[in-house]
């Protein structure tokens, strides 16, 4: 056990050396030039803000938006960036608590891999080996200093958190299935599009090990269970967001407009090959320009082939073959030759068929650390894995620089906080109202007043909070319809206190430009404010249930086991 536990902290320490190294051009001040701009600090900012006017949890964020609040996490996962917003109450600044976040997402992600490798490979070695390949496949440094996709790079720390818990159901104990239930549900979490795609895998090795549930029925059960309950923990934000989606007032073009060109951002095979780093974008086959690197890594390769010469050893590891399989499957759905147009159009919800690296990385990082199988009784397996981590320093070292950012971050934060920012979120005016996504050149014109579109008021000390407003209204003409400094989304709720105390609730309509409307009845006090919809109030509900289901089962674990 003592040595156990010596090899457990040394290969964890050669993990957490490595993160440092990989995050290490982000220490000092200042940021980074990528895709997402500074989008990740608005949006910290912005649960900062909303949680200030009473949502909790936030989804309308009152400083994005041109200042008139925009509905990012009614549509997008908030656990990346709720990690962010964790970090700076802490006391940090906005930066300090990003690039914390960053190297958080890297060191879990190692430590989560860790954790499947030595439960499934039965290998220290492999362990290590297979965590450090993780972190340090070129992807993921273009997630982080190219894209910037940073919820997708705190997904990273989930994926084997989801396989360790699918591995239990299916091979190990299943009782252990609230592991399955953390892996999905921090997924749903973090990135819907990767979850989406996990889930896919996920049923692939179900119907690969089918015969395993006929002859135990109750490990089908435990996946079900395990599912149900990660749905309940996620439903908060799932719930709401299916609904929102579904409804149809909303624009959600991004991938739908991307979902018809995703064949043209497949990627040739030569692309997947080489060490080459360099900044650009994901560019249509047929545009010529800098197109960032699509590499898969050299060493994942070469540690692969390795591992298939070792093929008597890898072949008494359950998820040994079926890894190599899955990566097999994602390197050809990111190539030009895969059907895209063949097959139901929701599978191209992945918007660029090189996202498909995410799951490359993982499955080949983890076959290619069966390479080491064997090592573990050998004296020399210490300086094995050292010599690993060396190579892996160099190999990164071209990778680690990103187009620094200078920044006063005192200034930024003074203006992160303001609702001054004309970001509308994302590409093509998403989750905007459908017509107000139309209209985008007057939601960059309108000014931040309360505009009369028919009759007459007299309005007094109006005055605007975030996502709440207030204003005495008199002389109200009988036809009143005003419009608010608010973009339209479902959960606003307005009052009127009427001058003999009645009160009066106002409904709130979707006006021509996608910002919230009313007809006003008559004089008194209007209030407005967000506070959440029927599916929103029903998923805090069923999220409650879940986490007391998740937490019961979590203690029930010892008893169980015993």
Not at 461 to 479: C, H, L, P, Y
Not at 541 to 552: K, S
Request: with cysteine; proline share 6%.
């Amino acid at each position: 056990m003592k040595n156990q536990s010596r090899e457990n902290i040394y290969y964890l320490s050669l993990l957490f050396i490595l993160s440092l190294f990989i995050i290490s051009p982000l220490f000092g001040e200042g940021y980074f030039m990528s895709h997402e701009k500074l989008y990740p600090f608005y949006r910290a900012a912005g649960i900062e803000l909303a949680l200030q006017n009473g949502q909790f949890p936030p989804r309308v964020l009152p400083n994005i938006g041109n200042g008139f609040g925009y509905g990012f996490f009614i549509f997008y996962p908030p656990l990346s960036y709720l990690s962010v917003w964790a970090v700076f109450k802490l006391g940090f600044s906005f930066f300090t608590s990003l690039k914390t976040v960053h190297f958080l997402a890297i060191f879990l992600s190692g430590i989560s891999m860790y954790a499947f490798a030595r439960r499934v490979a039965e290998s220290n070695a492999c362990a290590a080996a297979a965590a450090l390949f993780y972190i340090a496949a070129p992807y993921r440094m273009v997630d982080l200093y190219i894209r910037n996709a940073f919820a997708e790079s705190f997904a990273f720390i989930f994926m084997p958190i989801l396989f360790l818990g699918l591995y239990e159901i299916i091979i190990g104990k299943p009782e252990r299935y609230p592991i399955f239930t953390a892996g999905v549900a921090g997924l749903l979490l973090t990135h819907v599009i990767t979850a989406f795609y996990a889930a896919v895998f996920c049923i692939l090795f179900i119907a690969f090990f089918f015969r395993k549930f006929i002859r135990e029925p109750r490990r089908g059960g435990f996946l079900l269970l395990g599912g149900f309950v990660a749905f309940l923990v996620s439903a908060f934000f799932v719930v709401p967001m299916l609904a929102h989606f579904h409804s149809g007032e909303f624009a959600i073009s991004g991938w739908k407009n991307l979902s018809v060109q995703v064949p043209r951002h497949s990627v040739y095979f030569p692309q997947m090959i080489g060490s080459e780093f360099h900044r650009g974008a994901s560019l249509p086959d047929d545009v010529k320009g800098s197109e960032m690197p699509f590499i898969i890594g050299d060493f994942l390769l070469i540690f692969s082939i390795i591992a298939l010469v070792n093929i008597k050893r890898v072949r008494k590891v359950a998820f040994g073959i079926p890894f190599l399989v899955a990566a097999i499957l994602g390197i050809f759905m990111m190539s030009f030759y895969f059907p895209w147009e063949s097959i139901p159009r929701f599978f191209r919800y992945i918007q660029f068929p090189w996202r498909m690296l995410f799951f490359i990385v993982f499955f080949l990082g983890f076959f290619a650390s069966l390479s080491l199988l064997g090592l573990e009784k050998k004296k020399h397996k210490y300086s094995i894995v050292t010599l690993l981590i060396i190579f892996l320093f160099i190999y990164t070292q071209p990778f680690l620089i990103p187009d620094k950012l200078e920044i006063n971050e005192n200034q930024f934060k003074a203006n992160a906080l303001e609702e001054k920012y004309p970001f509308i979120g994302t590409t093509f005016g998403e989750y905007l109202p459908a017509n107000g996504a139309k209209h985008l050149d007057y939601f960059y014109s309108r000014k931040k007043n309360i505009k009369i579109v028919s009759g007459n008021v007299r309005l007094k000390n109006a005055r605007k909070q975030g996502n709440q407003i207030t204003m005495e209204m008199s002389s109200v003409s009988d036809n009143l319809t005003i419009e608010l400094p608010l973009v339209y989304y479902p959960g606003y709720r307005a009052t009127l206190i009427k001058p003999d105390l009645e009160t009066l609730n106002i409904p709130i309509k979707n006006s021509q430009y996608g910002f919230c409307e009313l007809d006003i009845p008559g004089n008194g006090l209007l209030t407005i404010h967000y506070a959440g919809t029927a599916s929103e109030t029903a998923g805090n509900w069923l999220t409650m249930a879940g986490l007391f289901l998740f937490l019961y089962s979590i203690i029930r674990q010892p008893r169980k086991e015993k």
